[in-house]
């Protein structure tokens, strides 16, 4: 049978000897290797949390509870031979003969002492302890499960990793949990003797004088010694037992061996052991002292505390102040680049175990984005924020704040995306698109989409307003260290293409400024190595940026064309020819430059087309014109609405032939 198989069976065979010892008489020899297990399983305990971090060790509470229903089991199998044959073995007797050295009364005196010790002085601390320790762990676990999922977010560890100190956070909680009421155990335990020892004293001296005949001297001399020897026998356990338990919920920081711990910490003070060896010397010198053991401990504190100091010469010590405080003032220089901070109420939804919360939306949301647009989203920090309102959040971006919203708890989002039905609810508007909304009750979902409404939960509200944020800053995100990681990536796999452009051809800064100028443009960055092959052969003859950008931008026709859903049926604008001659012959002459009356009505007009367009297609337009002038109604297109796309006629793939084209005559 293997070792893991029998591990099985121990539970089991506990379970038998325990019922056993208690329903059966047992002679006074296999009683003698019980008492002896008792006492070798205590001392096991207390070792097991002096050199293993305590948590770590999940089933301590258990074997607690165990190791008090073995005592309480040999107690039972000890009182019955004590008052049945006046005679409970080798271990009872010598404890009762050796430790109270044949004197009940001091027998008696040192079984208080120590019955004392271990309920008021090592019980009930660890008592207090353990409740103080079950209550801040439990109170710390969301915050150290929202760092986790912080940490998994911003890439710095794997869906392994978080799995696994997930799973020690958890067990770190039912650790000290479980710990609180095992301490009550001990507590027990130590009351349970003194009743125990009392019972066996007062039903030996009945059966000395009742039943054996004895003189009440001789009678409470024997069964006090059996009892006190049977009371020490089971209260050593316990006392070494409830230690065990102090120490389980007194280190829970410590890593290594407690021993190693508590002599290099001491040791690394040698001031504390210097000065305690020179006073007691200073004791020993006193008129009518004990001169030899007092000088005599005095100088091995001062030996040791000198070697201790050789060993870890002092050096001069910066103030406390000064470190910190120029930390904080560069932490405030480097921002997070992602911030979601939360009202009250909302932080509620930052919950990490919850699997529609922030956390858990948060990494789906990165994985969307890194697929649709080919940017990896920054770590995204959740935090509770006092300034706010309690249903409210702000996004941040750089320490910056962009867009805000509100979230109704207990509501839902109810957003019309076209012709409704009436509904009772709240007025609002979706914080992310602007559109008319209304919160409703949970319970009207069902009604809610019968009427038409597109309705949404509270994390998903905030979820889809951190998309749209992230889509209209994006190329704000793309910064020269994500740039650098991006073509490491590529790198691995397309290594000549990468060395070929960098840094012989083009900089990181200038990649970088490509880039952004196509995110900025809602161009997905998903054919990387697409794009740093047309900028290896564009840069051959240019290093200008806007013109690389544009070469990109030709080379990626299909991948524009599909971006902006002209595959799909998206319909067209385009310009009155004559109107986009002249722009275009202005553009030639001043590059840049466009008349400020023309540039009135190209607004007014676009604005029109845009808005009738999008009304009756219920899509959102494509703008189509020459390429000498798509910088410049990109621009002004941009002020009217950003979610348009603007291409220029080469970059519509020969392919797509568009299903609707709207002329812009009115300019």
Known sequence: MRFNDAGSLVLPVFAGIVAATIIVPLPWQLLDLLIAANISLSLVLLLLVSTARAAEVTVFPTAILLATLFRTALNVASTRLVLSQGYAGQVIQ????????????????????????????VTRGAERVAEVAARFTLDAMPGKQMSVDADLNAGLITEEEAKKRRQEIRREADFYGAMDGASRFTRG????????????????????????QLSPAEAFTRYALL????????????????????VAVTRAAEEDDLGRSMVAQIAGQPRAVLGTGLLICCLGLAPGMAHLPLLGVGALLVAAGLAARRRTPETPR??????????????????DKLVVELGAAAAA??????PDGLPARIGGLRRHLARQMGVVLPPV???????????GYAILLRGVEVARGEVLPGHLLAVAAGETGEIPGVPARDPAFGLPALWIEEARRHEAEVAGWTVVDLASVIITHLTEVVRRHADELLDREEVQRMLEAVRREHPALVDDLIPGTLSVAEVQEVLRGLVREGVPLTDLPGILDALGRAARTTKDCKALTAAVRRALARLITKSAGLDRGAPVLVLDPAVEQRLVEDALRTPGALDPNLAEKLVCALADRINAVTASSRQMPVVVCAGEIRETLRALVEKISPRVAVLA???????????????????
Do not use: C, W
Not at 95 to 117: D, R, S
Not at 227 to 240: C, H, M, R, V
Not at 381 to 391: D, Q, V
């Open 649 to 667: 006629y080469h970059e519509v793939a020969v392919d797509v032939k568009p299903t609707a084209v709207v002329r812009l005559q009115d300019a």
């Open 349 to 354: 939804l930052a919950n990490p175990d919850s």
């Open 318 to 335: 910066v103030p406390e102040l000064q470190a910190p405080a120029f930390e904080d003032i560069y932490r405030t220089m480097v921002p």
């Open 189 to 212: 335990d130590a009351v349970a003797g003194l009743v125990i020892v009392g019972v066996n004293l007062l039903g030996g001296f009945a059966v000395g004088v009742l039943q054996q």
């Open 94 to 121: 010598r404890f009762g003969e050796f430790v109270a050295a044949g004197n009940p009364i001091l027998g008696l005196v040192m079984f208080v002492i120590i019955t004392v010790v271990q309920f008021v002085v």
């Open 381 to 391: 920090r959740l935090r509770e924020s006092a300034e706010l309102k309690a249903t």
């Open 227 to 246: 009892t006190i020897g049977d009371g020490l026998a089971s209260q050593i356990p316990a006392l070494l037992t409830a230690a065990a338990t102090g």
